[in-house]
């Protein structure tokens, strides 16, 4: 098939924009054919945009033999299309287009791998290998408006609270929190790593910008192999001069709040498109808080659990614990020996002044309060057998009057997941990094 040129025709409007009010207006729309379907007399195209999709109606005699003819058209086809909007009841949004020239940009296989039409879902690896086009689904497109939403919203709302976006490296000379996890990289003639978070330099920068954030990827090299883990994270991280964990446990839940609150109000299709509007409400804030303690007690008494104090929770464990607490709440005040060294303990050190912040049974955040004084510092580091040396550049900034900070790191992804009811957090993210995938 011979395509066309996009020559100097220029999209007018997005679909979403082809309102009413353009009644009789000419448009050029632009886009994939999500379906299309040829009845004879009359075909039916519906052309996909990244916001949605408007029907266009060609019918023999009302637009001309050449178009009616040069219209046969596959599935995620990419055409532009020049017509006149018409007000059509029956068609999706109550609109129609009537065009009176259409271009074929590009076109597909007669068999796309993967099912277009919304009407089946493939299997998620397949997707995936697909992903260029799975991601054009209105599934996807929901996933991602919603994730656009929650980024600006958290953005908007720390800038409007004296914050700094940070951006720290993502190659690393030495391990972050300990040797394991990370990704050895060769950098020139030696070895580096990937960074497993922004924490170090977070609390570096809170010694200058006060108050700072970041929103960026970071890598796990664990082999998990469940529906809640990646191998390269995206993270909000938060770190606060002059505070405490009490200070970061309200920041955090009025950062949840506000982004289930402005998702609700500026993405309600999209979440009602997932099936969600009833579940992803906006939740009452304080969030519920309870210590590691009081939550070992009760899977241990309710759920017939034997934890330890200074156990870590396990994933059967946090899922009994989700049908007890289903939405969001705190656990604080986690034993101080499975916390790292950078954490406060508390007054009692068997104590730390740490928390997670848990959607059911799923971890979203940690954080607490952080270590400022350098000896304690170092101490802590050797006591984790950590060799102190290695921090050697990090401590430095401990000897310029480093404040009083707190902060947390929140998975974006896994926050998603949840808020879009996905079943894995691999569709969360547009291109996913796991032990098996490193494409596309
Ligand atoms: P988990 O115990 O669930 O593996 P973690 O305690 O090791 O997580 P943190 O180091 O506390 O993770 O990271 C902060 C947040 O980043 C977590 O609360 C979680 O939301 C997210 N996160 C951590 N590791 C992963 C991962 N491998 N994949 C996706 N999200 C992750
Ligand atoms: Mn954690």
Known sequence: MELDNLGDWRKTHFTKDVTKELVNKEVILGGWIRNYRDLGG???ISLQDKYGERQITLKKGVVTDDLFDKVKLGYQYCIMVK?????????????????????????TPEKLPIDMTGETVSELDLRLNNRALDLRSLKNQAVFIIRGEMLRTIRKFLFAKNFTEM???KIIGSATEGGTELFPIIYFEREAF??????????????????VFEISDCFRAEKHRTKRHLCEIFTLDVEIAFSTMEDVLKLLEEIVYNVLKEIRENQMKALEYLGMEKISVTPEIPFPRYKYEEIIDLINTKF??????????????????????????????WPMSIKPFYIMPSKD?????SFDLQKGMLELTSGGTRVH?????????????LNSTSFKSHLKAFDFGMPPHAGFGLGIDRWLTMICGLEDIREAVMYPRTADRLTP
């Open 373 to 385: 004084n350098k000896e304690q510092l170092i101490n802590a580091i050797e006591n984790q057998g």
């Open 83 to 107: 017509g006149i909007v018409k007000a059509f009841n029956e068609a999706p949004g109550g609109i129609e287009i009537i065009p009176s020239e259409i271009k074929i940009l590009n076109v």
């Open 349 to 353: 050190p068997k104590y730390s002044e």
């Open 194 to 211: 990937l960074t497993q978070s922004a924490q170090l330099y977070k609390e570096q920068l809170s010694g200058v910008y006060e108050r």
């Open 42 to 44: 009359l075909k039916f």
């Open 304 to 333: 017939g659990f034997n934890i330890e104090f200074g156990e870590d929770i396990s994933t059967e464990a946090y899922r009994k614990l989700g049908t007890e607490l289903s939405s969001y709440y705190y656990i604080t005040h």
């Open 167 to 169: 951006t720290t490296p």
